[in-house]
């Protein structure tokens, strides 16, 4: 590997406007690279507020840029500043290409967004291009229904990135669920920049039992999880009434809001599961992979992460995905649901008790995901730590660096 005496570096972007789930992706892949390779470090540079409440193996460290969040109408504002969302981009944008200026990457991974939020990761990408860095762009399984994506990649100029910029890309998942890149016009050329890397694991042996909560109960338990909370109100609702209307339900719940949860919904939650015996709650836990490991199943919306985890602990599931505002989460569990791998529930807006009830009464006899035989279904940190590997042995190779090209 590259990195001489100073150790090999790694340089993560991850946009993290909203949720967990870019965070504990780029999370997953750093502590996956630095207990591989000894010599490497990995910086994060990431707008999730609340990344300082989750903890980090020694050589994995990060930088919070600015945050912004977007609004219902799918305009984005400054998330703590008193600041115009035009400023806070710039300077998002400038800490970013002098954090990379002062890091020196020997290789940088964009995480979904080719060119960042609103462009902010372009100067950096042509930078490093001119450096002769490897330029990786890692996309989850699903992106998002394909009439939807290819005018959205067309309005922010992606394609030209992808040709020019992009030595490699990465998709962690496999081609027999979902291609995220279906529906656009792509050239063999960029066909030829990806490799399906299998979902990203987690190794049971390696997971610790650090999360308290997971001492709530003496007994099996179901995990309710909504991710990140932010828009997960209907699921935990949906949930509630099923145990409000039936006491008899075999297995007690563990539901954890998530730190986006609105604290208004929270405290109307929190009352209902007052008068429940069998239900308690907590907001946030930093530690979800040991929840998800001793729940005895879990509910949950679907997101990229918690369903790595029910994978990787086999877990049975039964899944209510959002459809809002992008189709993702309903397009990963169709399609896994169609591989028996998990159970769906929709959402039909009336979120009746009893037919909830009923899946959570079948939720402990359902097939577990390992019934299914997928090869390669769970080898995605594995290859991951394999490709670092070779796109820096090739970067340490001679080299000729292309003119500078303007984007």
């Known amino acids: ?117 609103r462009g902010e990761v372009r100067d950096t990408l042509a930078l490093l291009k001119e450096r002769g860095i490897p330029l990786v762009l890692g996309l989850r399984d699903v992106m998002d229904e ?43 050329a960029v066909h030829r920049k990806i490799t399906y890397t299998g979902y990203l694991g987690h190794d049971p042996s390696l997971e610790r039992s650090t999360s308290g909560n997971a001492m709530l109960f003496n007994e099996p338990f179901l995990l309710v999880t909504p991710g990140g909370g932010g828009d997960g109100g209907d699921l935990i609702d949906w949930v509630l009434r099923a145990y409000e209307t039936d006491a008899r339900l075999p297995l007690p719940a563990l539901v954890v809001y998530g730190p986006f949860l609105q604290p208004e919904q929270k405290a109307a939650f929190q009352t209902r599961i007052d008068r429940l015996e069998r239900v308690r709650a907590v907001t946030f836990d930093a530690h979800m992979e040991d929840l998800v ?21 086999d877990k049975r599931a039964l899944i209510v995905p959002r459809s ?40 402990p006899q359902q097939a577990r995901p390992s019934d299914v035989v997928v090869p390669g279904l769970l080898d995605g940190l594995t290859s991951v730590n394999r490709l670092v590997g070779r796109a820096l042995q090739q970067a340490s190779q001679p080299r000729i660096v292309k003119a500078k090209m303007t984007f």
């Open 1 to 117: 590997m590259v990195g001489g005496a100073r150790g090999t570096r790694i340089l993560i972007y991850s946009h993290d406007s909203f949720g967990l789930g870019h965070l504990r992706r780029c999370r997953s892949i750093a502590h996956s690279l630095v207990r591989t390779y000894r010599n490497l470090s990995v910086l994060i540079l990431s707008g999730s507020p609340i990344i300082g409440s989750f903890d980090f193996r020694t050589r994995v460290d990060f930088v919070r840029v600015p945050g912004v969040i977007k609004l219902r109408n799918g305009e984005y504002t400054s998330l703590s500043l008193n600041m115009d969302v035009q400023d806070t981009l710039a300077l998002r944008s400038s800490i970013i290409r002098h954090t990379a200026e002062v890091f020196e990457p020997d290789l940088f991974i964009v995480d979904k967004e080719p060119l960042g939020l």
């Open 324 to 363: 809002m505002p992008r189709l993702e989460q309903m397009i990963r569990t169709s399609r896994a649901q169609d591989m028996g791998l998990i159970k769906m529930l929709v959402d039909d807006g009336d979120r009746d008790a009893w037919m909830m009830a009923t899946a959570l009464r079948h939720l």
């Open 146 to 188: 394909p009439t939807l994506l290819a005018p959205e990649w067309e309005r922010k100029g992606v394609l030209p990135a992808l040709r020019d910029l992009y030595d490699e890309i990465w998709v962690y998942g496999l081609p027999q669920i979902c291609d995220p890149l279906e529906g656009l016009v792509i050239s063999a």
């Open 293 to 313: 490991a001793r729940a005895e199943g879990v509910v949950a919306m679907g997101g990229y992460n918690t369903f790595c985890e029910i994978l990787s602990f």
